[in-house]
């Protein structure tokens, strides 16, 4: 999800992240490693410098 194109916001961003970990906490799975991923690609994405 590209925040800040098609309306999308960090709050969504972190709502979807939530949705998704909170499918994989009811369902029981413990064998997955998360991993957050920078894809700055677009000149209208945020710099990752700052971050």
Do not use: C, Y
């Amino acid at each position: 999800m590209a925040v800040r194109q098609l309306s999308n916001t960090s709050a969504k961003a972190q709502a979807a992240w939530l949705h998704v970990r909170d499918i994989f906490e009811r369902e029981g799975v413990d064998n997955v490693t998360w991993v957050w991923s920078v894809n700055v690609d677009s000149p209208d994405t945020m710099p990752i410098g700052p971050l």
